[in-house]
Nanobody, 126 residues
């Protein structure tokens, strides 16, 4: 079992920044992590992912160049740094763990993630 707890969401003006954190527990932190987001009435969509080595990352086109993902394996935490935020980034953000991943593996596929956090709300005002 893996427990994931997100934090860092909030209200920010357009052009501002937020850093989301996701703290993992319950299993050695050697698995790929991802961030997704879901607006009301819409499907959950991929945002960013990172391999457990930290060496490989991938981003959705909509956030590329604005968001970065990183992890601190000593703290069992993954981060999503969000810069140049836009009103369309407003939604709930979820972190997820793909526990069956090798050191350099990552995936954008929602169905490959095994555990999910409860989500954190990000609101960007115009």
């Amino acid at each position: 079992q893996v427990q994931l707890v997100e934090s860092g969401g909030g209200l920010v003006q357009a052009g501002g920044s937020l850093r989301l954190s996701c703290a993992a527990s319950g299993r050695t932190f050697r698995y790929a992590m991802g961030w997704f987001r879901q607006a009301p009435g819409k499907e959950r969509e991929f945002v960013a992912t990172i391999s457990w080595s930290g060496g490989n990352t991938y981003f959705a086109d909509s956030v590329k160049g604005r968001f970065t993902i990183s992890r601190d394996n000593a703290k069992n935490t993954v981060y999503l740094q969000m810069n140049s935020l836009k009103p369309e980034d407003t939604t709930v953000y979820y972190c997820a763990a793909d526990i069956d991943s090798s050191s350099y593996y990552y995936t954008v596929e929602l169905g490959e993630y095994d555990y999910w956090g409860q989500g954190t709300q990000v609101t960007v005002s115009s």
